[in-house]
Nanobody, 120 residues
């Protein structure tokens, strides 16, 4: 079982920056592929960014590429999302996600979410 706790959300003006953090419990953090998703009011949850367990590969949604950066510190069991040049369309609840496959079993965990609001 992995517990994920997000922090760092808040209210920011368009063009500003925020850094989200997601702290994970457990001793096998580096074995999980980590990701950030978001859900705006009235919309489905969508993928934002992901990073492999080793941290050597990351990938992004087209809408955030070049503005957001995902990173992880396996020694601290934490994944980050640096968000720059924020736009009102980035307003959403941001969720941290951990995924792993061990043998025939898939593991998928979610945090409780943190609100990001970008004012115009």
């Amino acid at each position: 079982q992995v517990q994920l706790v997000e922090s760092g959300g808040g209210l920011v003006q368009a063009g500003g920056s925020l850094r989200l953090s997601c702290a994970a419990s457990g001793r096998t953090f580096s074995s999980y592929r980590m990701g950030w998703f978001r859900q705006a009011p009235g919309k489905e949850r969508e993928f934002v960014a992901g990073i492999r367990g080793s941290g050597d590969s990351s990938y992004y949604a087209t809408s955030v590429k070049g503005r957001f950066t995902i990173s992880r510190d396996n020694a601290k069991n934490t994944v980050y999302l640096q968000m720059n040049s924020l736009k009102p369309d980035d307003t959403a609840v941001y969720y941290c996600n951990a995924q792993a496959r061990r043998g025939a079993s898939d593991y998928d965990y979610w945090g409780q979410g943190t609100q990001v609001t970008v004012s115009s």
